[in-house]
């Protein structure tokens, strides 16, 4: 290992990042941060360590010719995992930072569905004092497509109020809060179910398309399917026919196959569709320097990083 480790932060607020880092005093530690591609491409080829956006980092990995070490700010990291992509170092991911995020995110719409908070705002703005009925989420069903550090986190909050949770995952393991869990070989089974699926997957090709048109028929007509996870899970040319055919009852998607969603997408259209752009989850460099910083004192002790992602498996 170097004398002094040479760290590049590449993100889209690199400033709050470098002082954050600066503040743990690391003395063999130097950096170097950019928002500009172009700005960091001048000093990757003397940086051993790259802390940062997937995106943005897959763009200068060629010139890295010291790396050793990426700390990705995002629970993803598919920029990264490409065939065509280099594998000679090791790349870490994040967890425990996004599941309160993501749970306050699903549940924020969850809530607005079943309390119809949209028709009461219309019936506000039209000064007309009408309740809407509404049930309790107590004794719903929700299904988690996806058990890692989100999903469970997911599960610990269906329970709060009340709900019963399925999950599936690839292989069976026992998750605790989980009431049910399926696999593969079921995978229709715990679709038929719940009142809401929530996808937490990553990208990887199984899971390419795991949710196409008789997937999705699996789904009970009043349910409501929510992408929190990857866009390419779904098949949005099949959702577009089940959400037009009213197989399901709606969709809230915050990921989508080509981002920005392009404008003549048909999603954009359709009622029964709440669309936001990507935010479910915003990487706080609070959150993420904290990992870095219990990764980088495991690096410097020549003991294993945490979160280590597995190239092949692209998670």
């Not at 399917?225 to 998607?253: C, Y």
Request: with cysteine; proline share 5%; charged share 25%.
């Amino acid at each position: 290992m170097m004398d002094k480790n040479r760290l590049l932060i590449l993100s889209r607020d690199p400033t709050r990042y470098a002082e954050l880092i600066k503040r743990l005093d690391f003395t063999n530690l130097e950096l170097v941060a950019f928002d500009s591609v172009e700005k960091a491409k001048k000093y990757v080829e003397n940086c051993n360590i790259i802390l940062g956006a997937p995106k943005l980092i897959a763009l200068i990995l060629v010139a890295a010719n010291k790396l050793q070490w990426v700390q990705s700010i995002f629970a993803g990291g598919e920029a990264l995992l490409s065939p065509r992509q280099r594998t000679d170092y090791v790349l870490t991911g994040v967890k425990g930072v996004f599941g309160p995020l993501m749970s306050e995110y699903v549940f924020v719409y969850i809530l607005a569905l079943e309390r119809h908070i949209l028709e009461v705002y219309e019936n506000q703005k039209e000064r007309a004092w009408k309740k809407i009925p509404y049930e309790s989420l107590q004794g719903k069903l929700l299904g988690i497509c996806g058990l890692g550090s989100i999903g469970r986190h997911l599960g610990q909050t269906a329970k709060h109020f009340g709900m019963k949770v399925w999950g599936y995952k690839r292989s069976y393991e026992d998750v605790p809060g989980i009431d049910r869990i399926f696999t593969q070989s079921d995978f229709k089974e715990f679709l038929s179910n719940p009142d809401y699926i929530v996808i937490t997957l990553p990208s990887t090709p199984d899971t390419l398309h795991l949710m196409d048109y008789e997937t999705i028929k699996a789904m009970k007509s009043s349910a409501v399917l929510i992408n929190v996870g990857r866009g390419s899970v779904i098949s949005e040319s099949a959702l577009v026919r089940a959400l037009e055919e009213k197989l399901i009852h709606g969709a809230v998607l915050d990921v989508f196959e080509e981002e920005p969603l392009p404008e003549e997408s048909r999603l954009w259209a359709l009622p029964n569709v709440m669309i936001t752009p990507h935010n479910s989850g915003f990487s706080f460099p609070e959150g993420i320097v904290k990992i870095f910083a219990e990764n980088y004192h495991r690096f410097v002790d020549k003991k294993p990083l945490k979160y280590i992602v597995d190239f092949n498996r692209g998670y």
